[in-house]
């Protein structure tokens, strides 16, 4: 086991054991600091940081861990925490049954213009509205 395994399976633990929103904090900010450790830094590998590190920002100011407002989120984070959202809330997790498609895309909607960016929303509306599902591969681009 690596000094990572180590820590991850500490930090996954105490969060299971005692979940806080400072713990879920220090969590995101070790993931993104081990990736900045694994990963090359180039332009390419700074958006991925940027996006790891920066998609549980919400546009009002209320996400983790940095309390990033607007346009400071970069539009890759504002991307990947919409579809975070969706996916996390549409499927099985330890913790919960799914909550749903449908109810992860009102909550997205909901959250539009406040939360999340409001044409990211409208984005991921669109791809599910064409007849995207998790349950079927996607369709080539031929």
Excluded: W
Excluded at 46 to 67: M, N, V, W
Excluded at 82 to 108: K, S
Aim: with cysteine; hydrophobic share 40%; aromatic share 6%.
């Amino acid at each position: 086991m690596t000094h990572l395994d180590f820590d991850l399976s500490t930090l996954a633990e105490r969060i299971v054991e005692s979940p806080d929103v400072d713990l879920v904090r220090e969590m995101v900010t070790f993931l993104y600091q081990a990736l900045i450790d694994v990963e090359a830094t180039d332009a390419i590998g700074a958006e991925r940081h940027e996006r790891a590190l920066s998609h549980h920002e919400r546009l009002d100011g209320s996400g983790y861990p940095r309390q990033l407002k607007g346009e400071e989120i970069s539009l890759g984070a504002r991307i990947v925490a919409v579809a975070d959202v969706v996916e996390a809330m549409a499927h099985l997790r330890p913790y919960r049954a799914p909550l749903g498609l449908t109810t992860a895309l009102d909550t997205i909607t909901q959250g539009a213009g406040k939360l999340f960016d409001r044409e990211v929303v409208n984005a991921c509306h669109a791809v599910f509205s064409v007849g995207f599902s998790y349950d079927t591969p996607p369709r080539s681009a031929s």
